[in-house]
């Protein structure tokens, strides 16, 4: 009977270490919202002027549903197309556009993208990801290049609803691209970075501008993505069932 008690004890302590444990995850992740108005968006402008606009849906778990993608939409001298956006409202937020210009001058447009967060706390680990496709169509070459005042084609920001307050989540990217002939040139790009103050955050805020010179097309693939930090209360939660184990294993040892 004495040596069964040290086993007992030790599984009841690595049962509390794995409850812990699924509790602080609970806890750190705690940013799961839902789709209301004006929280899930999207929204497609073409030189400041907003060509069409909807809202996406999240199922039980969070993950976004764009039902109906619009795909290509053809205006005088140019197409825009949104042809994907996936992700969770957890919070991440994937898409896949594109736009051309032959309308003889250069062209701007932007993409963006609304996430609810849920009030979602510092401290905030953040990261992006951006694949460029850009192609010149005849050989006189062409560029796409930034718009935003960050200057990167990507810009992302978390925003408090009330009182009103924006912070840079240090993951804008997107340099742009050019070509000197006709043809096509990549480029892939990532970025990390992090949010150590303000908020709570209601919304994160994802918007793709760029610029387009005549007689070229491009097409975007990229996330934004941001993770809370766990507390550090967590830790020593964890802290004295682990010397629990650790004492333990010693005694038995002995």
Not at 6 to 34: D, E, F, H, I, K
Not at 74 to 84: F, H, I, K, P, Q
Not at 183 to 201: F, K
Request: net charge negative; charged share 10%; aromatic share 8%.
């Amino acid at each position: 009977m004495s040596k069964a008690r040290p086993v007992n004890v030790a599984y009841r302590l690595a049962l509390l270490l794995l409850l812990t444990l699924s509790a602080g995850n609970l806890a750190w992740a705690g940013t799961m919202s839902v789709c209301g108005s004006g929280d899930c968006t999207w929204a497609i402008s073409v030189d400041g002027n907003e060509v069409m606009s909807g809202m996406y849906m999240a199922d039980a778990d969070g993950n976004i549903i764009l039902a109906s993608p619009p795909g290509e939409i053809v205006g005088a001298g140019y197409t825009v197309s949104l042809d994907n956006m996936y992700g969770n409202i957890d919070p991440l937020v994937g898409f896949g556009l594109g736009a051309t210009n032959t309308s003889g001058a250069a062209k701007t447009f932007a993409f963006a993208f609304s996430l609810p967060l849920g009030g979602l706390s510092v401290p905030i680990n953040t990261a992006a990801d951006l694949g460029t496709t850009f192609t010149a169509f005849t050989s006189a070459g062409g560029s796409v290049f930034p718009t935003s005042g960050t200057g990167k084609i990507v810009d992302s920001q978390d925003i408090v609803i009330s009182p009103f307050a924006s912070v840079d989540k240090g993951v804008d990217i997107g340099a742009g691209l050019s070509t000197t002939s006709m043809g096509t040139v990549l480029n892939h790009e990532m970025a990390s970075g992090s949010i150590s103050s303000g908020g709570p955050y209601d919304l994160m805020s994802v918007i793709v501008a760029f610029g387009l010179t005549d007689q070229t097309g491009v097409g975007f693939s990229g996330y934004v993505e941001q993770i809370a930090v766990p507390e550090p209360a967590a830790f020593w939660l964890v802290g004295p069932v682990l010397l629990g184990l650790v004492g333990i294993a010693r005694r038995k040892a002995a």
